[in-house]
């Protein structure tokens, strides 16, 4: 009786494990990792020289986006990264990309306010650890290129709803769970703070 409890406890944490390694390569095989490509979005993608910051966005015309579907992309040159932006920032949102979150005070990609995008640190942020002051990240929204450069960083506890507030400027906030390291759900959040200094259109090279 015993030995079939055990094998009973091993069948189940066999199931376990598998389900979630395949809930973790299904997240993973929506981005795309690829420096080259990545690269292309911006020549001067690596100047870390602080630019002057716009102090209004541009408005954008989808004011009815499907929670879930994919709305633009996110592409961070310093990672090689190109990942989906999906609208909102639920479970099944953060499983398919970037999540886009919705609520008071925050705007579009591009707009007048303050964009907040959040992403797991173990698929789709898992090098977000290596961005620095000056990186740029490019939003690709609407038919438009929107580039952000870093401005800030820091690390704050998972309850702390001073991140998430309305600004009166083109801003973005990028969060991701923090220790990267961390192994279950981790207690803090790590806070990439980003002005907006271009817009320009897409050319489609990326």
């Given at each position: 009786m015993i030995r079939k409890f055990a094998w009973v406890i091993i069948i189940i944490g066999l199931f376990l494990i598998l389900f979630n390694g395949f809930q973790w390569w299904d997240q993973l095989r929506r981005s795309v990792y690829d420096p080259i490509a990545s690269k292309k979005v911006a020549s001067n993608w690596d100047d870390?020289?602080?630019?002057?910051?716009?102090?209004?966005?541009v408005?954008?015309?989808?004011?009815?986006?499907?929670?879930?579907?994919?709305?633009?992309?996110?592409?961070?040159?310093?990672?090689?990264?190109?990942?989906?932006?999906?609208?909102?920032?639920?479970?099944?949102?953060?499983?398919?990309?970037?999540?886009?979150?919705?609520?008071?005070?925050?705007?579009?990609?591009?707009?007048?306010?303050?964009?907040?995008?959040?992403?797991?640190?173990?698929t789709v942020l898992r090098g977000a650890g290596k961005l620095k002051l000056g990186d740029r990240l490019y939003v690709k929204f609407?038919?438009?290129?929107?580039?952000?450069?870093?401005?800030?960083?820091?690390?704050?506890?998972?309850?702390?709803?001073?991140?998430?507030?309305p600004i009166a400027k083109p801003v973005l906030t990028l969060t991701t769970c923090y220790p990267f390291d961390f192994i279950g759900s981790a207690p803090d959040r790590y806070i990439i703070r980003a002005e907006l200094i271009e817009v320009k259109k897409d050319n489609g090279e990326v």
């Open positions: 870390r020289k602080a630019q002057a910051a716009l102090t209004e966005g408005p954008t015309k989808n004011a009815n986006l499907k929670v879930s579907g994919q709305m633009g992309e996110l592409v961070i040159p310093r990672m090689g990264a190109i990942l989906p932006i999906v609208h909102g920032t639920d479970d099944n949102s953060l499983k398919k990309g970037i999540g886009h979150y919705i609520g008071y005070g925050t705007v579009n990609p591009g707009e007048t306010g303050h964009v907040v995008l959040s992403g797991h640190r173990d609407e038919g438009n290129i929107y580039t952000y450069q870093i401005r800030k960083t820091w690390v704050t506890k998972a309850d702390d709803r001073t991140v998430i507030v």
